[in-house]
């Protein structure tokens, strides 16, 4: 599989995100990924103009796969995402949160349905050209 066209977050573990047997809860996972996402989105949406993508989205639907328990650490563990699907009016995130080792041990699978949202109009809104170009720059990687 093509790693190139992913984006890549280092995130830290926190002190307080292991339970009493030292691994990472994995209710903390998912602040993990957002913190991937916005990480991304906030990068993407400065260099290429499309703003909306950093505030005007709501979480649709979250899938979490936990494969290996990952036990605390000093390391920060890697997260890479990429676009799945880009659809009208909604995007999928998908993410593997691993360690780049040579085998590559992961610890989750994820995915994340998103849709814009006008928060002015408090409604739903489509995906623009800006943000299509935007988003299409990880899809399939």
């Known amino acids: 599989m093509d790693h190139h066209n992913r984006h890549v977050y280092y995130c830290p573990l926190r002190w307080g995100d292991q339970d009493a047997l030292g691994h990472v809860n994995n ?14 989105l906030f990068r993407t949406a400065k260099e290429l103009g499309a703003d909306d993508l950093e505030t005007g989205l709501l979480v649709a639907r979250h899938e979490v796969q936990y494969r290996t328990p990952l036990y605390f650490r000093p390391e920060p ?3 890479e995402l990429w676009i799945s699907e880009i659809r ?13 080792d040579p085998d590559r041990r992961t610890y989750v699978e994820a995915r994340t349905k998103l849709v814009p ?3 002015a109009a408090n409604r739903l809104r489509r995906i623009s050209p800006v943000e299509r170009e935007a988003l299409s720059k990880l899809v399939g990687a």
Request: hydrophobic residues 50%.
């Open 77 to 79: 563990v890697r997260i």
């Open 27 to 40: 209710g903390r996972f998912v602040d993990y990924l957002q913190d991937a996402r916005v990480d991304f």
């Open 117 to 119: 949202f006008d928060f």
């Open 88 to 100: 009208a009016a909604s995007f999928t995130v998908d993410y593997e949160i691993l360690d780049a």
